[in-house]
């Protein structure tokens, strides 16, 4: 349990999702203007995404666990790792935090403080990629937590430049980044329209990551018994 006040925590919830969503939306904004690769506007929206996640996780991470993500929150509500009072004030800061994080790259690169996306997302391969991703995700925290605590920031850091890339969706995985992003109608966005199943998807796999890797990260207490 974190030593900070629920405030504080809050706090930092909504600031590590402000910067988060800042980095993704305006590191594709800067891609698209330098460049009409696609492949390579994807390859710098990637990297400076994995490298702020490493950074906040490591600032931010002692402070509220550095969640970030509605789906990871209640991963941990479920695990009773946050307090199941809590949820409701962490998921509440994390999507103002996105909002804002899409209004700071919009400012920053003179677009519109906010506008619905235009960008389609959707079919049975991009929610599946989304469960996929977020799945992924969900059982590196937890992986990460239990046998490479210190190494988090990094790992969760590489899973998500990694699942940019295998991923037909480039790995949302997070729901409240999915609402900023379609409030932006640049290379990040997603039109409001998707959002509903990308959400759900996300969710469930959350929720399907904690079932398998909570038994699969339980010794088997008789066998280390017997040897």
């Given at each position: 349990m974190s030593s900070f006040d629920l405030p504080r925590r809050l706090v930092a919830?909504?600031?590590?999702?402000?910067?988060?969503?800042?980095?993704v939306v305006g590191s594709g904004?800067?891609?698209?203007?330098?460049?009409?690769?696609?492949?390579?506007?994807l390859l710098g929206n990637t990297l400076a995404t994995g490298a702020i996640l490493v950074?906040?996780?490591?600032?931010?991470?002692?402070?509220?666990?550095?969640?970030?993500n509605p789906a990871v929150s209640l991963t941990f509500a479920l695990t009773g790792s946050l307090p199941r009072?809590?949820?409701g004030g962490y998921v509440l800061a994390q999507i103002i935090g996105g909002i804002v994080g899409t209004m700071a790259a919009h400012l920053m690169f003179n677009h519109p403080v906010l506008e619905l996306s235009t960008k389609v997302r959707?079919?049975?391969?991009q929610w599946f990629a989304e469960?996929?991703?977020?799945?992924?995700?969900?059982?590196?925290?937890?992986a990460g937590i239990r046998f490479q605590q210190k190494s988090v920031p990094w790992l969760v850091g590489l899973y998500i430049t990694a699942a940019y890339w295998f991923t037909a969706s480039t790995s949302f995985a997070n729901p409240a980044v999915a609402l900023a992003r379609s409030l932006t109608d640049t290379f990040a966005g997603i039109r409001p329209a998707d959002l509903p199943s990308f959400i759900i998807a996300e969710?469930?796999?959350?929720?399907?990551?904690?079932?398998?890797?909570?038994?699969?990260?339980?010794p088997n207490n008789s066998t280390e018994a017997k040897s």
């Open positions: 919830e909504s600031l590590g999702t402000a910067l988060l969503v800042a980095t904004i800067m891609a698209t203007s330098l460049t009409q690769d696609t492949a390579l506007a950074v906040l996780i490591t600032i931010f991470g002692p402070i509220s666990g550095a969640h970030f009072r809590d949820l959707t079919g049975g391969g469960w996929l991703a977020t799945f992924g995700l969900v059982a590196t925290i937890l969710l469930i796999g959350a929720v399907s990551a904690l079932l398998l890797m909570t038994w699969l990260l339980r």
